[in-house]
């Protein structure tokens, strides 16, 4: 690549500690059915679904040309020690994240000089490891804002997956903490890269080009002091237009002054508000709630008490118990400490036997929450029918694997 000016860059093991300290910055990726033999078997029929991959995160570099007030490369933070490396010896440190990590790696970087440049950078670091290195593993690369479109085909042809961040939930944020972005130059690129997926999947013929398989954004809670409702509405509308594979969320930190921010108070969003978040997207994604059911009008922000489905649950205490030998499937999924595998598993188990709750610890359905809200064979064995029980009861049981959940700090899950 004629015309690449690179600094003197830091001594690898230097660089490998930045990096890690870096991606806490950068959240992106993949980011969670008779007796007993009987039930033994539905078990083995439906499994619960795997953890997912991990991929982690190396930066081309942390040496960046803007100025978002949150993020620890902005241009105008006193004594960053920076780094940038070459094409080259970032593809030697991919391929050697990728080796260690089972063939998985998502390359980012900094907004380095300029956002194409940048590009540029990553995309030949790419084609160093298709084409020179033999590199055929799981590759997701990290498009600049305001991207040209040129380099993001360019880039969706030698990765699996791509992600720009919208960082915010109300695009007048962007002046408050992160001027050198706006709504056009980040959805832009999130568009055009939602076009091309669209476009490769529906190409047919021997000869088609590869092309990414999908794309994610990060969006930051807290940042403009907007509710839940807002966050979980502006999801639900990137996954419908844009087609997105995750959205992934963060909480928003902004400690100490930042040059230009001077009138921006600190602020530190609890990291139970993400995990809260992460619930309710999948809420969202697999079992059939909508954002108004999860925050409603009168309750727009998410609860640090109950998760998101125990929460709804308790507004809606008339609906239960339900009986798991009649419910249908879309009302068991709505049931606390029921999962999609557990509600499966029961919808087929029920065909051959009659469902006790013995048998629902055989489908390995946890009744530590369930059983306040089922009855099962006509047995009811929660709390009660009164409000008040039912709250502490729940306050006491600790929360199930029914929503697969997962810290994306430096690894990033890359579930499809």
Same mark, same amino acid.
């Given at each position: 690549m004629p015309g690449i000016h690179i600094k003197q860059s830091l001594a690898l093991e230097d660089k490998l500690t930045l990096m890690s300290e870096d991606a806490r910055y950068d959240v992106a990726d993949n980011e969670a059915l008779g007796g007993a033999e009987r039930t033994g078997l539905i078990r083995e029929r439906v499994k619960s679904p795997k953890a997912p991959h991990t991929a982690p995160k190396v930066f081309m570099s942390n040496d960046c040309a803007f100025n978002c007030a949150y993020c620890s490369c902005r241009r105008c933070r006193d004594g960053k020690v920076r780094y940038t490396n070459t094409p080259r010896e970032f593809a030697q440190i991919a391929l050697n994240a990728a080796h260690a990590n089972g063939g998985r790696v998502f390359i980012t970087s900094a907004v380095y000089r300029r956002p194409d440049y940048t590009e540029e950078l990553i995309i030949e670091t790419m084609r160093i490891m298709r084409r020179e290195m033999g590199y055929r593993g799981y590759l997701h690369a990290k498009i600049?804002?305001?991207?040209?479109?040129?380099?993001?085909?360019? !880039?969706?042809?030698? !990765?699996?997956?791509?992600?720009?961040?919208?960082?915010? !939930?109300? %695009?007048?944020?962007?002046? !408050?903490?992160?001027?050198?972005?706006?709504? %056009?130059?980040?959805?832009?690129?999130?568009?055009?890269? %939602?076009?091309?997926?669209r476009e490769a999947k529906g190409e047919r013929g021997r000869y088609k080009p590869r092309f990414a398989q999908s794309h994610t954004t990060q969006l930051m809670a807290g940042s403009s002091g907007e509710d839940d409702s807002t966050i979980l509405n502006l999801s639900n509308a990137l996954y419908g237009k844009y087609r997105l594979s995750r959205v992934y969320y963060t909480p928003f930190q902004f400690r100490g002054r930042a040059e230009g921010y001077a009138d921006r108070p600190e602020s530190r969003t609890p990291v139970w508000r993400q995990t809260r978040l992460y619930q309710a997207d999948r809420l969202m994604a697999l079992y059939g709630f909508s954002p108004g059911d999860i925050t409603p009008a009168d309750a727009p922000n998410l609860s640090s008490d109950y998760d998101p489905k125990s929460a709804w649950a308790l507004r809606n205490l008339r609906l239960f118990p339900v009986e798991v030998n009649t419910a249908d499937l879309e009302m068991l999924l709505r049931v606390p400490g029921i999962g999609v595998t557990g509600a499966r598993r029961i919808v087929i188990a029920r065909r051959q036997c009659r469902i006790t709750h013995d048998v629902l610890t055989q489908l390995g359905v946890s009744l530590k929450r369930s059983r306040h809200f089922i009855t099962a064979g006509g047995r009811y064995t929660g709390a009660g029918s009164d409000a008040p029980e039912v709250y502490s009861a729940l306050l006491r049981a600790p929360l199930t694997n029914d929503i697969n959940l997962f810290n994306a700090n430096f690894y990033e899950p890359s579930c499809e």
């Amino acid at each position: 690549m004629p015309g690449i000016h690179i600094k003197q860059s830091l001594a690898l093991e230097d660089k490998l500690t930045l990096m890690s300290e870096d991606a806490r910055y950068d959240v992106a990726d993949n980011e969670a059915l008779g007796g007993a033999e009987r039930t033994g078997l539905i078990r083995e029929r439906v499994k619960s679904p795997k953890a997912p991959h991990t991929a982690p995160k190396v930066f081309m570099s942390n040496d960046c040309a803007f100025n978002c007030a949150y993020c620890s490369c902005r241009r105008c933070r006193d004594g960053k020690v920076r780094y940038t490396n070459t094409p080259r010896e970032f593809a030697q440190i991919a391929l050697n994240a990728a080796h260690a990590n089972g063939g998985r790696v998502f390359i980012t970087s900094a907004v380095y000089r300029r956002p194409d440049y940048t590009e540029e950078l990553i995309i030949e670091t790419m084609r160093i490891m298709r084409r020179e290195m033999g590199y055929r593993g799981y590759l997701h690369a990290k498009i600049m804002p305001g991207c040209d479109q040129e380099l993001i085909r360019r !880039a969706g042809l030698l !990765a699996d997956r791509l992600s720009v961040n919208i960082e915010v !939930a109300n %695009s007048e944020a962007y002046k !408050a903490i992160a001027r050198d972005k706006n709504k %056009s130059n980040i959805l832009g690129p999130m568009g055009h890269i %939602s076009s091309l997926i669209r476009e490769a999947k529906g190409e047919r013929g021997r000869y088609k080009p590869r092309f990414a398989q999908s794309h994610t954004t990060q969006l930051m809670a807290g940042s403009s002091g907007e509710d839940d409702s807002t966050i979980l509405n502006l999801s639900n509308a990137l996954y419908g237009k844009y087609r997105l594979s995750r959205v992934y969320y963060t909480p928003f930190q902004f400690r100490g002054r930042a040059e230009g921010y001077a009138d921006r108070p600190e602020s530190r969003t609890p990291v139970w508000r993400q995990t809260r978040l992460y619930q309710a997207d999948r809420l969202m994604a697999l079992y059939g709630f909508s954002p108004g059911d999860i925050t409603p009008a009168d309750a727009p922000n998410l609860s640090s008490d109950y998760d998101p489905k125990s929460a709804w649950a308790l507004r809606n205490l008339r609906l239960f118990p339900v009986e798991v030998n009649t419910a249908d499937l879309e009302m068991l999924l709505r049931v606390p400490g029921i999962g999609v595998t557990g509600a499966r598993r029961i919808v087929i188990a029920r065909r051959q036997c009659r469902i006790t709750h013995d048998v629902l610890t055989q489908l390995g359905v946890s009744l530590k929450r369930s059983r306040h809200f089922i009855t099962a064979g006509g047995r009811y064995t929660g709390a009660g029918s009164d409000a008040p029980e039912v709250y502490s009861a729940l306050l006491r049981a600790p929360l199930t694997n029914d929503i697969n959940l997962f810290n994306a700090n430096f690894y990033e899950p890359s579930c499809e």
